[in-house]
Every structure is written in C-alpha cells, then in structure tokens.
C-alpha cells in the first residue's frame, strides 16, 4: 500500500508566499513522476505542474514564474514552493505521483495526496 501524505500550507495574505510538501511512503520500488494539481469545490481538477524523476519541470501558465516545483527522490518528496500569491490561488492544492510498489509489481500505478486547503486573503 502506498500513501501521499501532504503538508504544509494555512492562511497566506495576497503577494505572500508558502510551501506544499508532499511525501510518499509504504512498500515503494520506485517514483516517476510526480506532480501539483488544485480544485476549487465543484469544478475540475486543475493540474499546476509535475516534475520526472531526473528533474525536468512543466507547469502550467497559471504557475510560471511564480510557483516551483522541485523533489528529493532520496525521500519520494515533492515540495510545491508558492511565490506572489493571489486571491485566485485560493484552492484545495493535491499531490500526485506514479509509484511502482511491491503490491503493484512492476506497474506504475496513480496516487494522489489528500488535499492541502490554501486560502489566499486579499
């Protein structure tokens, strides 16, 4: 069994700037890539931007130039680090990644983490 467990986030005022971690544990072979994806409350699954294993990042528009994306394959870790804050941030902010796992065999299969709520304030 494989698990994504976040951390980080809480209030943040507008032009602020915060850290999402995200940590995947249980019986782990190995991680590729993972990634940051936000909702608001009814409505789709925005994905932020994701990261390969050797380090190579895309984001999404929204993000760039604001938001990095980096991860530490010693920990299975992805940290999410948020610059310039806006109001239209204010998400629920969930992790992502495709782990192979003892379970799973050789098959890479999707987790996501529970979910980061992030309110921004103007």
């Known amino acids: 069994q494989v698990q994504l467990v976040e951390s980080g986030g809480g209030l943040v005022q507008a032009g602020g700037s915060l850290r999402l971690s995200c940590s995947a544990s249980g019986s782990i072979i190995s991680v590729a890539g993972m990634g940051w994806y936000r909702q608001v409350s009814g409505k789709q699954r925005e994905w932020v931007g994701d990261i390969s294993p050797g380090g190579r990042t895309n984001y999404a528009d929204s993000a760039k130039g604001r938001f990095t994306i980096s991860r530490d394959n010693t920990k299975n870790t992805v940290l999410l680090n948020m610059n310039s804050l806006r109001p239209e941030d204010s998400r629920v902010y969930y992790c992502?990644?495709?782990?192979?796992?003892?379970?799973?065999?050789?098959?890479?299969?999707?987790?996501w983490g529970q979910g980061n709520q992030l309110p921004v304030s103007s």
């Open positions: 992502n990644a495709e782990v192979s796992s003892i379970g799973s065999g050789d098959r890479l299969l999707n987790y």
